[in-house]
């Protein structure tokens, strides 16, 4: 199923930590941390999953994605369906029949449309930006504007171009690996400053921090966002929150 946000359920749902834009499109059940922020004309489909400060820009598409936190989704983003191109056709009449009788074939085969596409945390992907069926995109990685990603992307990676292709390394190697072994988005920063625009100064803030005892852990607990027990007739479903 699927829930279309209207103003009155986006005032609603503030109160819950998610920010949802009159006009977007959300399937339920809906599996989210708190807090998310997706914008108006967003259309998710399937199994989709967004962790903590995540951002959905206008207008993109997305079936089946799996989102880490502090990701930032550009508009016009969409995930590219598959189709059967070792079969003698690849049309959706083999599988997945989508006109009506009496115009119908019949269908004797399987085959998954979408498989899920898993994004790390604190992913940049830029405005119009296709992203293949069941690819990995890992934490850090920032994707070019306009760019097809048709393969997993390595952590800390930069990726542009049609098909994508590795273009540098967001940070030296030591620094990953110390960003790896202490990830800042795994904690509770609104009371840290951390100096952003200087990488490896804020990561040894927050290495001292974590240290010293002075920061806990951003544990919200997932969330799940779906329709409740079916009311009485006429009356129309509640929206309830259940333990992820």
């Avoid at 590219?80 to 690849?90: F, R």
């Avoid at 171009?161 to 190697?173: L, M």
């Amino acid at each position: 199923m699927s829930l279309s946000i209207n103003a009155e359920l986006s005032k609603g749902l503030e109160s819950y930590g998610l920010f949802l834009s009159e006009g977007s499109l959300l399937p339920t059940p809906f599996r989210f941390e708190t807090p998310v922020r997706v914008w108006h004309a967003v259309q998710m489909h399937g199994g989709c999953s967004v962790g903590a400060y995540s951002s959905i820009s206008p207008g993109a598409l997305l079936v089946d994605v799996r989102m880490g936190r502090y990701c930032s989704i550009g508009d016009g983003v969409q995930t590219l369906s598959d189709h059967p191109a070792g079969w003698l056709t690849t049309h959706m009449l083999a599988y997945a029949p989508n006109i009506p009788e009496p115009y119908r074939h019949q269908s004797v085969g399987q085959f998954p449309s979408h498989s899920p596409v898993v994004i790390g945390n604190d992913v940049w992907i830029g405005s119009r930006v296709s992203l293949k069926s069941g690819i990995t995109i890992g934490d850090g990685v920032v994707i070019g504007a306009g760019a097809v990603v048709t393969r997993d992307v390595a952590p800390f990676t930069v990726v542009g171009g049609v098909p994508a292709r590795a273009i540098r390394q967001r940070f030296p190697d030591a620094l990953i690996e110390r960003i790896q072994a202490c990830p800042w988005w795994d904690w509770d920063l609104r009371t840290l400053a951390l100096d952003w625009q200087h990488p490896e100064k804020a990561q040894s803030t927050l290495e001292a921090a974590v240290a010293e005892g002075r920061l806990s852990r951003w544990n919200p607990g997932w969330r799940l966002l779906d329709h409740g027990t079916p009311p009485a007739e006429g009356q129309p479903a509640p929206l309830v929150f259940l333990p992820g």
